[in-house]
Structure formats: structure tokens, C-alpha cells
């Protein structure tokens, strides 16, 4: 890492609006193209002191601040167009957390990178509807709550509640949701609002160790933990009156529920092998990165295309997982209100990664290019009128599920044009973390954290309350902020404002 | 033909329905004189002397006698027909003797595997008649347009259908592009396709489900983590 004084280094930054800024090339060796990050005033600063932080003498060999990722990113094999920093960014393994970068796939030497995708491979956020308002809810809140959180285990170490055996797991990691939908647990319409329609086609489980495999099978239809939730939330405020209707929210105080939550253990296997093997590929094929956890291999090669089936098959099971817990929630609804979830109207609005590398079609400098998006903390945000967007959303763009922190809020975006051309269809994906775990766990008490809970109204379960401080909204940075410089910048477009009423978590 | 026969044969009490092969020239005329002894009681019984002669030639003039005393509608028909025609005769006079007790019979519905099957759709409840419908059908067509008609389902009718081939927002008041024009209606009915592609694959897939669908959960399996 080239060591610089503060003030040397902010020459190679500059901001070009209020919401953007860039990062020349030189801020990092060997850069092939420009970085840039979208912040507003609040985040800019958070950025800024972060480097100035990492600037001071003997701060060498710690966290790599986020602008430093974003670069280093910049100078992957084969990139094109920008290394783009969402207003979350944050620093996090290789590539920052919010980070998305595209590698042209007719570049032979282009490389694909397990940390550009995460450990949590298709960790992600889906939303259901019902027709319920929040005062339906109020008098049986803490029932329903309890009876989420004994449908959905939560926590390390839980185990689901669906029986499984090692075939059935087998080709739930070949066919995604499209196992679920067959064996019953969702609806045709689910699959119909799920990011690639909840499968993705070159799955192939045999390129799967055995290991990942053990460590999966009994953690399907499990949250986990960490800044994993469910959420019984209500409707707060809406943007844009049409696109919310286009998604059956016609009202403020509708009750959503929201999930987000992973791969589990089976992802993190599975990356984690992938790093080992591609550690022998960089020196076979001498690929030189600035940053040694930006280990990876080219995409055409064996080791790349094994990744790529291998992070497939843990995105099927995080679908399959989400979709397990979608039937498990629609349960314990349907049980306490003593109503089939048809007649609640539990439909899935929609359901997107944040942590997946996909194969697909930009127009960069004017032509048509397939390309590897590597979207680590990234949603994707398609426009309207995109192919490869559902039907209903045809006329609004791609529905974008930003989950808030525990106890703050949630919001639902929607892609836009600009967004499409700027970030190859990108945007935010959460609130992002401002404070360590370690330091938010030395800052905070979680008694506190609780009773702050308690008093907004807001029913809790965790599985392991002496950890709630890591997931404390002072731990992160403010949602509001990083939606509403997306919001601004037109990388996408606000529709409504989601509120928490009851928060299952581990 | 065949299944036809094993369903009424069962009906009736036949002890061996399953295997009953009506082309076996021998089976097939002792079922008929089954048919007669236990279940039609036409003849007295020793008029039933001919039928009962199963092995003998003279049978099928005694078979076609039965037919015409029966005044059976089918007597010029294929053997087949004129069984199954019988059979049904048999069933007719079973249940007359007993109409009341099967009256009770209800018929099961076989369980249905997938999820969710209980729907209520709240439109079966609307009283098409109270003034309230007829109001809110008037406003709402006045809104969209329709015309004027004496039954307010036929106009609830009208109005669906405008709604279905309209799933646009209001068009936009300010003085549409030439060329942006054109090409938004094409988006729009490409849009409407699309929907109606994906009812179908919809509906395809819950035919399926209807088949394979058998989601479980097992509680026992369950453990919450620290």
C-alpha cells in the first residue's frame, strides 16, 4: 500500500456533484479505470475521516479504509467502466461491502473474485404483503411475534424445521426456488417477483465439497445471525403513489413482513474453499492484485468457472432458504389470524440479492457487452422496460429492498434509467456498518439497546440478546442518509418507507 | 368400457369386479344371469330356466327374449351395450328400493395435496341487488366511460374488460413526443401479452403443484441457536 499524508491523498479524489465523487487513477497502484462513490454530505464525512484515520502514522496493516477497496478493486484484470462505492460502503474482505465492479467477459484475462461476492453468498431481502393494517395486528402482537420466532430458528448453530435429507438437498441446490414451488412451500406467483426468478441455471452441486454440504442441510429454513431479521413492519410514508399500488401497497399502515437473511453456513463454505483454490490459480496464471484477500482467478479458467457454479448452487439454497421461511411466516400468520395466507393476500412483492456475481448485458461506451457484475453489499436496480424484470413491475423498474438496522426503518426503491448507465444497474443495499462489532459491543450495553426498543413499541426475540449491541442502529450508519443519496444521485428512486413493529433475530 | 363395468359391478355387490372380462362369452352371460337372480328379479324363477342355461346355443334367444321383456332401448346394439344397458337397469332398481339411505351418501372430495387450497373469494357474497352495488357501479362506470344498462352486472362486465385491456397509468398531459408515443402503446401491449404469458405459466405450475406438492414441517427438528 502506498503510504501517503491525508492531504496528498485528497488530491486524488474529487467530487463532481454533491452526491458523487471520483477516485483518479494513481490513488492505488496499477488502477485500470476510475473508481467513484456515491455520498451526501453526512456519509462523505464518515468516508473521509475513515481515511484520514487509516492516514495517520503507524495505522498501516489494519482495516483497508473503503476508498482504498474501491481502488484497489479498480485495478482487477479486465474491469470496465468504474469500480462504484454505494453510499453504505463500508471495508470488508478484498472487495469493500457496497462495492460493484463488471469484468468483461470477452477479456480472457478478465478474473472473477469470491471476496467481490461475500461469504454470504445471495444474502438478500424479501418482502410480503398482506391486507392487514396495523391495528389488527396490536392486540395480538407479542403472540404473533412469539409464534414467528418458534416457526423461523434463529441463531448460530439452529436448525430448521423442515426434513430434508442429502437428496432432497441435492437438487434443491440444483433447482433453487423451483424446488421449493415443486415440494409445495411457495406459490407460482412467488417465483414469479424473485430475482432471477429464484434458480439460477448453472448450479452444479458436484462442484460443492461434501463439507459444505454437511454444514447446510440441517441450517435450510433457518434466519442466522448476525444483522439477519425478520420483520413484522408497517407502512410509513409513500413516494410514489403508482409504483407502491403496482406492488399491492395501497396504504400507510399496511403490514409488510420482511426477511433477510443468507446462504448460512453453506455459502461461507463455499467461498471459503474457493479462496484456497484460487490462490494456486493466481500464481499459475501470475494475476497480480494489490490486496492479498483479493484473491481470484479468471473466469474462463477452471478454477473460475468451478466458483461460479459452486457460489450458484449456495444462491439456489439461499432461495430456497428465504423461501422455507417465506411458507414458515405465511404459517404462523395464517395460524394466528386463523385465515388462509391466500386470504391475508401474503404475496411476495419481491426478493433481491445483495451478494451474487451475475453474467449480463450492459451497454458500455456505446456497445453491447457481456459482462461478470460482481455486486458485494449491492443491489441490482434494472429500469423499467428491463427484459429481465417481472411483468408487474414492467412500467415501475425492479422493485429494491434496502433493510433498515434493527429498529429503525426499511425502505423500497425502485431502478431507474440513470441508474443503468451509472452503476450497471446498482444501487444500495442497507444501512451499512459505521462501527466494528468489537467496538459497538465495547460502546454499547445491551440492556440499553433493548429497553430503546421497548419503548418505540417494538416486540423483540433474539436468540442471543448479550450480542443485540453489534446490530444497534448507533452501530450503523443512518439508513435515511444512504437511501436518500441514492434518491438524489438517480441511481434509484424512493416509493415507500417501511417502520418495524416486531423483529425476530439471532 | 371395462372400468365403466368394474365401477357399477362394485356398485351392485358383485363378488368379483376386478376381473370380470366382458369379452369371455362365459363370464359375460353369467353376470347377466347374475344380474337377473340377485338384482332385476324380472322373470319368476323358473322362468329363468334359459338363462340359465350358460353353455347352451338356445341362450342367446333366451338372452334377446329377456331383452325385448325388458324393453330394453339397446337390443339392436354391440353386447357391450346392451350390458352396460343392463348394468345401469340394475343400479336404477337398486337405488329405488333404497332411495332414502342414498340420498345421505355424500361424496368425499379427495384430500387435495397442495397448500392453501381453502379460498373464499368475497365477490360470491355481494348482493348484486342492494342500491349501494347499483350506486358504486354507477360511479364507477361514469368514471370509465360506460355506457348506460338496465343490469348493473352487465355494465360490472363492460367495466372488467376495459380494465383488463387498459393496465396503464394516466397518460402523461404534457404534449407526447411523435415517435416516444407509438413506441410507449407497443410497450404497453407487449406488457399486456406478457401478463397473460405469465397467468399461464402460473397456472401451469399449480396444475403441477396440485400433483407434487407435500410440504412438511417437523418441529422435533427444530433448535434455536445461541
Known amino acids: ?506 | 368400457m371395462s372400468n365403466i363395468f368394474k365401477l357399477k359391478l362394485s356398485a351392485l355387490g358383485h363378488p368379483n369386479p376386478e376381473t370380470f372380462n366382458c369379452e369371455d362369452e362365459k363370464e359375460y352371460r353369467s353376470v347377466v344371469l347374475w344380474l337377473e337372480d340377485q338384482k332385476i328379479r324380472h322373470y319368476k324363477i323358473e322362468e329363468r330356466e334359459g338363462l340359465r342355461n350358460i353353455d347352451d346355443d338356445a341362450w342367446i334367444s333366451a338372452y334377446n327374449t329377456y331383452q325385448n321383456d325388458l324393453v330394453s332401448p339397446v337390443t339392436e346394439g354391440t353386447p357391450n351395450e346392451q350390458l352396460n344397458w343392463l348394468l345401469s337397469y340394475a343400479v336404477r332398481l337398486e337405488y329405488a328400493d333404497n332411495a332414502e339411505k342414498y340420498k345421505e351418501a355424500k361424496y368425499e372430495q379427495p384430500k387435495q395435496a397442495a397448500p392453501n387450497v381453502v379460498t373464499s373469494n368475497p365477490l360470491d357474497n355481494l348482493d348484486f341487488d342492494c342500491p349501494a352495488f347499483k350506486a358504486g357501479v354507477e360511479r364507477i362506470c361514469t368514471l370509465a366511460g360506460v355506457g348506460p344498462h338496465l343490469d348493473p352486472k352487465f355494465r360490472l362486465a363492460a367495466l372488467a374488460k376495459i380494465l383488463n385491456t387498459k393496465p396503464h397509468p394516466d397518460p402523461p398531459t404534457t404534449e407526447a413526443n411523435i415517435i416516444q408515443q407509438p413506441a410507449d402503446v407497443l410497450k404497453l401491449l407487449f406488457v399486456q401479452d406478457l401478463r397473460e404469458l405469465q397467468t399461464t405459466i402460473n397456472e401451469a405450475l399449480v396444475a403441477v403443484q396440485t400433483v407434487t406438492a407435500d410440504p412438511r414441517t417437523d418441529t422435533k427438528l427444530g433448535r434455536v441457536g445461541r
Open chain 1, 1 to 506: 500500500m502506498v503510504v501517503r499524508q491525508y492531504n496528498e491523498e485528497l488530491k486524488y479524489l474529487e467530487k463532481i456533484n454533491p452526491y458523487c465523487w471520483k477516485i483518479k487513477k494513481g490513488f492505488q497502484p496499477n488502477m485500470n479505470v476510475e473508481g467513484v462513490f456515491y455520498v451526501n454530505s453526512t456519509l462523505e464525512k464518515l468516508m473521509l475521516d475513515e481515511l484520514k484515520n487509516s492516514c495517520r502514522p503507524g495505522m498501516t496493516g489494519g482495516f483497508l479504509p473503503g476508498v482504498k477497496q474501491i481502488a484497489n478493486v479498480a485495478a482487477l484484470p479486465g474491469i470496465v467502466g468504474r469500480s462504484v462505492g454505494l453510499p453504505d460502503v463500508h471495508s470488508g474482505y478484498g472487495f469493500a461491502i457496497g462495492n460493484m465492479a463488471a469484468f468483461d467477459m470477452s477479456d480472457p484475462t478478465s478474473i472473477v473474485s469470491p471476496g467481490g461476492v461475500g461469504f454470504d453468498i445471495n444474502c438478500g431481502v424479501r418482502l410480503l404483503r398482506t391486507n392487514l393494517h396495523e391495528k389488527d395486528i396490536k392486540p395480538i402482537k407479542e403472540q404473533l411475534t412469539q409464534s414467528l420466532f418458534d416457526h423461523i430458528p434463529v441463531g448460530v448453530g439452529s436448525k430448521g424445521i423442515i426434513p430434508m435429507n442429502a437428496r432432497d438437498l441435492e437438487e434443491a441446490l440444483e433447482m433453487g426456488m423451483d424446488w421449493s414451488l415443486r415440494e409445495g412451500y411457495v406459490w407460482a406467483e412467488d417465483k414469479e417477483h424473485c430475482e432471477e426468478y429464484g434458480r439460477m441455471l448453472n448450479a452444479d452441486p458436484s462442484k460443492v465439497s461434501l463439507r459444505s454440504k454437511k454444514r447446510g442441510l440441517p441450517q435450510l429454513g433457518t434466519l442466522g445471525a448476525g444483522n439477519h431479521y425478520a420483520e413484522i413492519q408497517v407502512v410509513d410514508e409513500v413516494y410514489d403513489k403508482y409504483a407502491a399500488g403496482k406492488m399491492g401497497i395501497d396504504r400507510i399502515g399496511q403490514v409488510c413482513v420482511m426477511i433477510h437473511s443468507g446462504s448460512r453456513g453453506f455459502g461461507h463454505q463455499v467461498a471459503t474453499d474457493a479462496l484456497v483454490q484460487m490462490e494456486k490459480a493466481m500464481k499459475r496464471d501470475q494475476i497480480e492484485t494489490n490486496d492479498r484477500q483479493l484473491a481470484c482467478a479468471r473466469i474462463h479458467s477452471v478454477e473460475g468457472q468451478d466458483y461460479l457454479k459452486a457460489m450458484a448452487a449456495a444462491a439456489n439454497f439461499a432461495w430456497v432458504n428465504r423461501s422455507s421461511m417465506t411458507f414458515l411466516t405465511r404459517q404462523a400468520f395464517a395460524k394466528q389470524f386463523k385465515m388462509a395466507p391466500d386470504d391475508l393476500d401474503m404475496h411476495l412483492i419481491y426478493d433481491v440479492s445483495h451478494n451474487i456475481a451475475k453474467i449480463e448485458e450492459h451497454v458500455v461506451d456505446g456497445k453491447v457487452k457481456t459482462l461478470l457484475v460482481h455486486r458485494k453489499g449491492s443491489t441490482r436496480a434494472f429500469p423499467p422496460n428491463h427484459p429481465l424484470i417481472p411483468v408487474d413491475y414492467q412500467l415501475t423498474g425492479q422493485p429494491v429492498l434496502i433493510g433498515g438496522t434493527m429498529g429503525t426503518c426499511s425502505y423500497v426503491l425502485t431502478g431507474t434509467h440513470q441508474g443503468m448507465t451509472e452503476t450497471f444497474g446498482s444501487t444500495c443495499h442497507g444501512a451499512g456498518r459505521a462501527l466494528s462489532r468489537a467496538k459497538s459491543r465495547r460502546n454499547l450495553d445491551y440492556k440499553d439497546v433493548l429497553s430503546k426498543l421497548e419503548d418505540l413499541g417494538i416486540s423483540i426475540r433474539v436468540a442471543s440478546p448479550k450480542l443485540v449491541m453489534e446490530e444497534a442502529p448507533e452501530s450503523y450508519k443512518n439508513v435515511t442518509d444512504v437511501v436518500n443519496t441514492c434518491h438524489a444521485a438517480g441511481i434509484s428512486k424512493k416509493t415507500f418507507k417501511l417502520r418495524p413493529i416486531a423483529v425476530i433475530k439471532g
